[in-house]
């Protein structure tokens, strides 16, 4: 109970507190995006009234617990107002489920979407993604892992590609075998160990919290592939040090891909009025997904 009591405090600090008035737009709920052991995976679809052909797939998550909402988050009306049709997805949670399974449901969210790309009017190469805390570490995860699917699948949903060509993203853990310092382990140990269910069994000896640290931390991935990235972290926060948005924005652009770093002064791990922090994600993809500059 502590456990998803804590899982449920981190969601709760990925929501904003103001009052947005939400542009005109039409909802599909619970569309069904896969099935994992009998579970239905799901997503909501917010089409704007007019729509600019691109995606923004947002990762409703935090410590890896995906929570429902029957209404329009006020975070997508920043998009909205600009044309986005966003995709809200939920996916299997911790303590079922680890951060490698939780992956893979991503993976299929976006190829599902990619499938049925002429059905909601978009072009299937202008894709973003975003979130907060563990859905900005997804968003980022996807950033390094997106890409072609299986051909030889009889599922033609798998057989598209995951890859993203933008990200923006609010404090996300990039590096959890240094976390904070050099060769500060947080799999599961540490500042993490609240969140030990969403590292699974692996996570119980220093051999296999290695391997796992390196699987699940999408800075071991970085290209110079990486799609344009931008990230905004306080430089209060205790729980994600912004050491990791540092750290992971420092080696995109040594690889040589975009990335941008914005740093909230005074900010802990979320903060009051965060939509002007969206109408910042909104500009990155006007400017990467759209070719719009301000």
């Known amino acids: 109970m502590k456990l998803f009591l804590l899982a449920a405090s981190l969601?709760?600090?990925?929501?904003?507190?103001?009052?947005?008035?939400?542009?005109?737009h039409v909802k599909t709920?619970?569309?069904?995006?896969?099935?994992?052991?009998g579970f239905a995976l799901t997503l909501d679809v917010f089409q704007p009234d007019k729509p600019n052909g691109c995606a923004i797939i947002y990762m409703v998550s935090g410590g890896w617990v995906s929570g429902y909402s029957p209404n329009t988050p006020p975070i997508y009306a920043s998009f909205l107002e600009r044309g986005y049709t966003v995709f809200s997805v939920r996916h299997a949670c911790q303590p079922k489920f680890t951060i490698p399974e939780i992956?893979?449901?991503?993976?299929?969210?976006?190829?599902y979407i990619r499938y049925h790309a002429k059905t909601w009017n978009l072009n299937p190469e202008k894709f973003g993604i975003s979130g907060g805390s563990a859905g900005g570490h997804l968003s980022?995860?996807?950033?390094?892992?997106?890409?072609?699917g299986n051909p030889e699948s009889k599922d033609p949903v798998d057989r598209e590609s995951s890859a993203i060509q933008a990200i923006a993203c609010l404090y996300p853990p990039t590096d959890f075998l240094n976390y904070g310092k050099t060769g500060e382990d947080a799999v599961g140990v540490g500042i993490l160990k609240n969140y030990k269910a969403a590292f699974g069994p692996e996570s119980d000896t220093p051999e296999g919290r290695l391997r796992l640290g390196k699987e699940v931390s999408p800075i071991y991935r970085i290209t110079e592939k990486l799609?344009?990235?931008?990230?905004?972290?306080?430089?209060?926060d205790e729980l994600v040090p912004m050491?990791?948005?540092?750290?992971?924005?420092?080696?995109a652009t040594a690889a040589g891909a975009i990335a941008k770093l914005v740093v909230k002064?005074?900010?802990?791990?979320g903060w009051p009025?965060?939509?002007?922090?969206?109408?910042?994600?909104?500009?990155?993809?006007?400017e990467h997904l759209r070719g719009l500059k301000k």
């Open 243 to 251: 050491q990791q948005s540092q750290l992971f924005v420092a080696q």
């Open 273 to 286: 009025d965060r939509q002007p922090d969206y109408q910042q994600f909104a500009d990155w993809f006007d």
């Open 265 to 269: 002064p005074g900010a802990a791990h």
């Open 227 to 236: 799609p344009p990235t931008f990230i905004i972290h306080g430089d209060k």
């Open 29 to 37: 709920g619970d569309v069904v995006y896969g099935r994992k052991f």
């Open 140 to 148: 980022l995860t996807l950033g390094v892992q997106g890409g072609p």
């Open 103 to 111: 992956t893979q449901d991503i993976h299929r969210a976006i190829r």
């Open 11 to 24: 969601l709760l600090t990925c929501l904003p507190a103001w009052a947005q008035v939400i542009p005109s």
